[in-house]
Each structure stands twice: as C-alpha cells, then as structure tokens.
C-alpha cells in the first residue's frame, strides 16, 4: 500500500488549495478513503472521506462549507479542494485507506501554511 | 465533536506492561466497537497497531493488544521494548459517518 500526498504549500488566508494523493499497490476502488490532518506539535484530527464510489462524502464541522473531498477511480487518486483557508488550517495533511473503520496506508503527508 | 481523552504520557521499563486509556462517550467510544490504535514516532507517519477495539494488522507484534469497557477503549504494551518509545493515537468513529481522534500519549520506556 502506498500512498504519496502533493500540493501542500503557503498560501495566504483566504485562498484556496488543492492536495492530491495517489495511491499505488492495493484494489483502490473497493476502498473508502481519508484526509487527516496533524497541526504542528499537536494531535491528528479527521477531516473528510469519501465512499468507493465518489459519491458519498462526509466532513468534520470545522472544514464542511469549505473543503470537498473527491476521488478518480480511474486514475487511482483522491483529492482536497480546500477554499477559506485559515491560519487554524495549517496542518500537514495525511490521505489514508480506510480499513475496517481503521486507517493505514499513512504516507508522509503534505504541508499546508496558511499565513499572510 | 470533541476529542477522546487520553493521558499526556505513560512510562514503564523493559519487560514491563503499560496501558493506556482513552475515553469518549456513548456516542463514539461507547455506542461502537470501532477503535483504533496508532502509533508515531517523532517526526514520522502514524501506523494502524489496532483496528476494530481489538484486531491486529498483519505485522504488528501480538505484545500489542487493544480492550474496551464502557466509553473507555485502552492500549496494552506488554513486554515493554526500546522501540515502542512513541506516540499513541486512539480514534472512534462516532457515528454519521464521522471520526474522532484521542489527544495523545507519549510512552516512554524508562
């Protein structure tokens, strides 16, 4: 199972992102998939999945309104358009497999800065 | 949705056992037997040690072992080593298609 997340960067408050992540070596689309973000220093918090399909998507009240999560099965890779950044966004940001209500597959994640 | 309680930190010497708790509420921890344990060293990417309160993924020791009561779920560490020094995570899902994260514990091996 591999997983390599992109597109982490500064960006000033406001603005918008978009993280990728593709996924390699396991049956992609018979698997629900995460975004998980760790602030520095602090502890991880779950942001959004989305279901095998692409069409169920869930999301944590701090970034619903704001983030969507989707995936391409086709291409084996699952995205987070994130608009309204906030400095409370800064985070590295982890995509995972779900597994059994379980998370693996963990990569080293992307950076997010949010700052003026 | 707040996050689950864990203690700061946990200690212990080679050989010995430690266990940590992490408690939520009927809602998440209580109302479903989907915790989740992780593992992290500084600096590196969390690992799944424990899935569904108590099962363990392929290559993960059997001197780890997860247990839940109530709304609290716990971590054993039997058999303490030098390289189980890490960060534990626990995380329950919480109903409505949403999960909740623990806030930590450092383990230190004395």
């Known amino acids: 199972v591999q997983l390599v997340e992109s597109g982490g960067e500064l960006v000033q408050p406001g603005g918008s992102l978009r993280l990728s992540c593709a996924a390699s070596?396991?049956?992609?689309?018979?698997?629900?998939m995460h975004w998980v973000r760790q602030t520095p220093g602090k502890g991880l918090v779950w942001v959004s999945r989305?279901?095998?399909?692409?069409?169920?998507?869930i999301y944590a009240d701090s970034v619903k309104g704001r983030f969507t999560i989707s995936r391409d099965n086709a291409k084996n890779t699952v995205s987070l358009q994130m608009n309204s950044l906030r400095a409370e966004d800064t985070a590295v940001y982890y995509c995972?497999?779900?597994?059994?209500?379980?998370?693996?597959?963990w990569g080293q994640g992307t950076t997010v800065t949010v700052s003026s | 949705q707040s996050a689950l309680t864990q203690p700061p930190s946990a200690s212990g010497s080679p050989g010995q056992s430690v266990t940590i708790s992490c408690t939520g509420t009927?809602?998440?921890?209580?109302?479903?037997?989907?915790v989740s344990w992780y593992q992290q060293y500084l600096g590196k990417a969390p690992k799944l040690m424990i899935y569904?309160?108590?099962k363990r993924p392929s290559g993960v020791p059997d001197r780890f072992s997860g247990s839940k009561s109530g709304n609290t779920a716990s971590l054993t560490v039997s058999g303490l080593q030098a390289e189980d020094e890490a960060d534990y995570y626990c995380?329950?899902?919480?109903?409505?298609?949403?999960?909740?994260f623990g806030t930590g514990t450092k383990v230190t091996v004395l």
């Open positions: 995972v497999r779900d597994v059994s209500y379980g998370m693996d597959g």
């Open positions: 070596g396991f049956n992609f689309r018979g698997y629900w």
């Open positions: 989305v279901d095998n399909a692409g069409s169920g998507t």
């Open positions: 009927s809602g998440d921890v209580g109302g479903y037997n989907y």
């Open positions: 569904e309160v108590s």
């Open positions: 995380c329950s899902y919480a109903g409505s298609n949403t999960y909740v």
